[in-house]
């Protein structure tokens, strides 16, 4: 909601100060400097990018405005069922979780986390790391190595979006030079036989071309860009929260540090407190029990 206020805010203050200098809202409406602004970004961005990103980046663009898909409570429940998934792992060995690894819905051990059971990529993630470890050829280095290898190629591939956002973001004004290039062309070969007005109108609507790409790539393309940037850090942390905790228990750690390790990571903002996550786990263990 907050990225539809900042877009609100730009508007109303670049066109309420245009106005209050005694401007007029329709000299700023061209049609055709908007095609051509717009058209020339939106063409050299399906040309320099594979499809797969162009998907990736409309789709970021939109619902980067419904904010992080992890919450505060969705990173408690993800501690959670780390801490089951340990916890079962010292009382009964790594075998007894290999049946629900090869389920397709993650079996019973995932049944009551239907959020994270959604996530398809989070959910490939946690059952190879643990299959890694069922399979028991791994030390601890390599483990970790292993994983955040893995983890800098989501990362890059979950950023790639908002890169090519904002390359076009970069773009805009140039194109927005482009259109008004081409308003002075159109205005130099109408002077023969015109009067003042038309030649300032023609000379205004080019301006206007260079008006309009800066305002678009500064304003609109670039905030998007840079929102699409902080959700894609913010997806890749629940990742980093897995391997932290699973990493810590193949070097020897109890479960309960292995997720103090992992809660650790989160940022202070959707971090539990000691407290709160203690007593979800505790709670979480009476229920079980």
Known sequence: MIQII???VVV???AGGFILEGGHILALWHPTEILIIVGAALGAFMTSNPPKVCKAAFTGAISFVKGPRYKRDDYVALLKLLYEILVKIRKEGLMAIEGDLEAPDGGALFKNYPRIVAD????DFIRDCLRL??????DPHELESLLEQELETHHQEVHEPAGAVQKVADALPGFGIVAAVLGIVNTMASLEGADTATIGHKVGAALVGTFLGILVSYGFVGPIAAGMTHQANAETKAFEVVK???VATVRGYVPAVAIEFARKLLCTDIRPTF???EAELKGKAKAAA
């Open 133 to 138: 470890m069922v399979g028991g050829s791994l």
């Open 120 to 123: 398809h990529h989070l959910m």
């Open 12 to 14: 109303g203050c670049v």
């Open 275 to 277: 407290g709160d996550l």
């Open 6 to 8: 900042g877009s609100f």
């Open 244 to 246: 932290m905790a699973l």
